[in-house]
């Protein structure tokens, strides 16, 4: 039994306290079947958010079976359904494996037989066998909200609650998912509670809640409302309820609502003893509701819990147990490669840059080369010999310029990709997790799958940029612990910045917010490096510590043979830190754009 006592949700708005839910007190006893309904904007979505936990009540309590959500026990995540008015399932994916992830992040499967049928009854429960291999991206409306139910029926749920899954659809849709919520509600006693704008189908409803600027108008039977609200026509409510004031009509319900609870609980006992409903006998911790509220409210206030009446006795559907952190990582990173390879356009977009960037860095190498030839074929003796002959020798400069180019060109390239790698990835589908996480997905399991698949991005990324221009440039040392060395540099800075524009897209509300953002840091990246030209000092030491491709750069050029250095050291004012340093500093990056991306995860972006 689901109960509201007195329940307020409220906002500050110009200073002052609005009441969006105000002083909603009802009883959802098992097996319910109910609707909200009430014109747009009236409170719908935040009561269905309210009651899910999602929004946190301002005022009064919610009890499930006798127990207080806030304070004694919350909701389990697999007790709960909750269908948001959104999509939450990829289009990439195809129904049967939107169901199978689902299952899989959702209840712990001891093996495969056991998911085959979970999957497989889903399907047929909610009439979307023949549509298994069908992609969701092609589904229509009515078999997008269908799979929207599949994915919260996963868990067997006890509480159901679909928030306008019916807006939108053609009148036979419409009918269809109306009906599968009335069956849904008849098994196991599970409760289903349904907003909708539309006041079609309403006869297959147990009840019928009617909002009003965030008050109840009323909550009684179907058959009810035109009486109640003295019209002809169930379609004529909305106007009727626009003729009075909120308040007024809550008043007016207090007045009447005890006749209309009488004839709820007659309809249910009757039912019952059809053998219609079957609710299953109450857990052992639930206490009496009836004696712990009767206290406050007189009885025939109340809806009567279906226990005492119940004529077919069976054990209340065990909850399933949520998958560890180890499981969920493995099946979300298994998703994600899958809708990695699905979406041609961005597996082309990798690919492209992949092959491009490289190439363009290795174009430039030519001119390089050139100046580097000449300079060891000339330049062979000490390093002093060549501090005293060659500081002001044009090849000297040329070649310090050349290396130090393309070094920079390399690192600037890889902030790139990393910043397209990941600028996106938890904005772009920030709904589809709130809604997992709020069904038990662990945002450390979550994380830990972003930073697998990013972590085999980075390596392919900046491995083959460094392996690639080495065919075309040789990194000017000689020895191959230098080259190691600048292929780290050019890991750390890859990394360093997907990982900082992954804190990015965790903490944005929006995918366009967070893509501008990682594109401003990848744009200041070379103007404030110093690579180019010197900053001023009052400026250099406020920003460096944030570049991170200054401490790629830095690291990579402290690595090389001396006199390449020292030709580098010769046209940049900016001067070079260790090697050690630089590894240090990009390492901190990467660790403050995980402890962001982490910090974002966890925080609440429902709106
Ligand atoms: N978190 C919030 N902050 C401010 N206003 C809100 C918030 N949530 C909802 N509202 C406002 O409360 C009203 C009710 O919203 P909602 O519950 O979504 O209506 P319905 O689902 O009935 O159409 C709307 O005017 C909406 O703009
Ligand atoms: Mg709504």
């Known amino acids: 039994m689901l109960e509201l006592k007195d329940v307020c949700f409220t906002i500050q708005k110009d200073g002052e306290d609005l009441n969006l839910i105000d002083q909603v007190s009802l009883q959802v006893p098992r097996g319910h079947f109910m609707a909200i309904v009430g014109p747009s904007g009236c409170g719908k979505t935040t009561l269905l958010k309210t009651i899910a936990g999602l929004n946190e009540e301002s005022a009064g309590s919610l009890l499930w079976n006798g127990l207080d959500l806030a304070e004694e026990k919350d909701f389990d995540p697999a007790e709960i359904g909750y269908v948001p008015q959104f999509s939450i399932a990829y289009d990439q994916l195809t129904v049967d494996e939107s169901i199978e992830s689902a299952t899989r992040l959702r209840v712990k499967i001891k093996n495969y037989a056991e998911l085959d049928n979970r999957i497989d009854r889903t399907l047929e429960e909610t009439g979307l066998a023949a549509l298994a291999d069908r992609p969701v991206q092609v589904l229509s409306g009515g078999q997008k909200r269908r799979l929207g139910l599949a994915m919260e029926l996963v868990t067997g749920p006890h509480l159901l609650l679909c928030d306008e899954v019916t807006s939108g659809l053609d009148p036979r849709s419409e009918r269809d998912i109306v009906r599968l919520l009335h069956q849904l509600s008849r098994r196991d006693g599970r409760t289903v509670i349904s907003v909708t704008h539309s006041l079609a189908h309403l006869e297959l409803y147990d009840s019928i809640l009617v909002l009003h600027e965030g008050r109840v108008a009323y909550h009684g039977p179907p058959a009810g409302l035109t009486h109640y609200f003295s019209v002809e026509d169930t379609e004529e409510v909305y106007p009727q309820l626009a003729k009075q004031r909120s308040e007024k009509w809550a008043q007016s319900w207090l007045k009447h609502r005890e006749a209309y609870y009488g004839k709820l609980n007659k309809r249910r006992k009757e039912l019952i003893k059809r053998g219609e409903l079957s609710v299953p006998v109450e857990v052992d911790n639930e206490p009496e509701p009836t004696k712990k509220s009767s206290q406050k409210t007189t009885d025939t206030t109340q809806l009567e819990d279906p226990a005492e009446a119940q004529t077919i006795v069976r054990e209340p559907a065990k909850l399933v147990k949520t998958p560890g952190i180890i499981s969920q990582f493995s099946t979300l990173l298994g998703r994600r490669w899958k809708i990695f390879f699905r979406d041609r356009g961005q597996v082309f977009l990798q690919l492209a840059i992949l092959a491009c960037f490289p190439i363009l860095v290795a174009l430039f190498s030519d001119r390089g080369n050139e100046n580097i030839k000449r300079f060891s074929d000339r ?123 992954l804190g990015i897209s965790a903490l944005m509300k929006t995918a366009e917010q967070s893509s501008l953002l990682s594109i401003y840091l990848v744009g200041f990246q070379l103007p404030l490096s110093g690579a180019v030209l010197a900053l001023p000092e009052s400026i250099e030491s406020i920003t460096r510590p944030f570049i991170s491709a200054y401490w790629a750069w830095s690291g990579s050029i402290d690595s090389m043979n001396p006199s390449y250095r020292n030709a580098i050291d010769a046209v940049t004012e900016t001067s070079f830190q260790s090697s050690s340093a630089c590894h240090y500093l990009l390492i901190i990056h990467i660790a403050i754009g995980l402890i962001a991306s982490y910090i974002g995860i966890k925080r609440h972006h429902w709106d």
């Not at 005293?388 to 020798?393: L, N, R, S």
């Not at 830990?448 to 900046?462: D, E, M, N, T």
Request: include cysteine; proline fraction near 2%; charge should be negative.
């Open 379 to 501: 330049y062979e003796g000490t390093l002093q010999q060549i501090q005293e002959h060659t500081m002001v020798e044009k090849s000297y400069l040329s070649v310090g310029s050349a290396v130090s180019g393309i070094v920079m060109f390399q690192v600037v390239l890889l902030s790139l990709m990393g910043s397209n790698n990941s600028a996106r990835e938890i904005a772009g589908e920030r709904l589809i997790f709130e809604k997992e996480k709020f069904g038990g997905i662990r945002p450390i399991a979550y994380l830990g799958s972003k930073v697998a698949f990013l972590g085999s991005l980075i390596l392919i990324q900046s491995l083959w940029m460094a392996i690639f221009v080495q065919q075309f440039w040789k990194f000017p040392d000689g020895a191959e612990a230098g080259f190691l060395d600048h292929t780290l540099f050019l890991v750390l800075i890859n990394a360093a910045m997907t990982f900082v524009c």
